[in-house]
T-cell receptor, first 113, second 114 residues
Framework: AQSVAQPEDQVNVAEGNPLTVKCTYS??????LFWYVQYPNRGLQFLLK????DNLVKGSYGFEAEFNKSQTSFHLKKPSALVSDSALYFC???????????WGAGTKLIIKP | DAGVIQSPRHEVTEMGQEVTLRCKPI?????LFWYRQTMMRGLELLIY????????DSGMPEDRFSAKMPNASFSTLKIQPSEPRDSAVYFC????????????FGPGTRLTVL
């Protein structure tokens, strides 16, 4: 069965430091992987996706994610965190056979000045 | 493009009343998804449509919930009768037909059932 795990409910980072939000997945076929961000009282916004090709994917707002097939991971990263990056981050995966995304539980990212 | 449009943005109703949530997907998108978000259960997929046809409604909690998509530019999610445990934020999202395309979310409808 498909699944996505975001092992950290919350991540705290000081402004200016690098950040990582972790995501691991399980699918039967080739994975399509996504990261979304949700700001308070807003809908989810697409950040980036991995479909195929280069394992390092660059997305919006300076975020990037690294696909690691052997570790079945797709961690979200940013070299230097901003206070405005504070939000809820969701990882999602889809296998090649349907349109449905399987969502992680979300990780609350708090960037402290 | 205006993005995915949802109405109303907020709905407060009393238990037992009928609630109808509305969604207009992005023009040209042929897949539409209804989600529910709560603190306790996180983000849950309720139902999704492809080319106006319901594909999977296994996430619909019970028969009180129903969804329709009469045409490519409009969908409704109806709860009848509503119950306090239905209180949540309901999101509509749309995507183009390819499986590797991202979903675009609307701003959500915050439903409170008293």
């Amino acid at each position: 069965a498909q699944s996505v795990a975001q092992p950290e409910d919350q991540v705290n980072v000081a402004e200016g430091n690098p950040l990582t939000v972790k995501c691991t997945y399980s699918v039967s076929g080739n994975p399509y992987l996504f990261w979304y961000v949700q700001y308070p009282n807003r809908g989810l916004q697409f950040l980036l996706k991995y479909i195929t090709g280069d394992n390092l994917v660059k997305g919006s707002y300076g975020f990037e994610a690294e696909f690691n097939k052997s570790q079945t991971s797709f961690h979200l990263k940013k070299p230097s965190a901003l206070v405005s990056d504070s939000a809820l981050y969701f990882c999602a995966v889809r296998d090649g056979s349907n349109y449905q995304l399987i969502w992680g539980a979300g990780t609350k990212l708090i960037i402290k000045p | 493009d205006a993005g995915v449009i949802q109405s109303p943005r907020h709905e407060v109703t009393e238990m037992g009343q009928e609630v109808t949530l509305r969604c207009k997907p992005i023009s040209g998108h042929n897949s539409l998804f209804w989600y529910r978000q709560t603190m306790m259960r996180g983000l849950e997929l309720l139902i999704y449509f492809n080319n106006n046809v319901p594909i999977d409604d296994s996430g619909m909690p019970e028969d009180r919930f129903s969804a329709k998509m009469p045409n490519a530019s409009f969908s409704t999610l109806k709860i009848q009768p509503s119950e306090p445990r239905d209180s949540a934020v309901y999101f509509c999202a749309s995507s183009s037909g390819l499986r590797n395309n991202e979903q675009f979310f609307g701003p959500g409808t915050r439903l409170t059932v008293l």
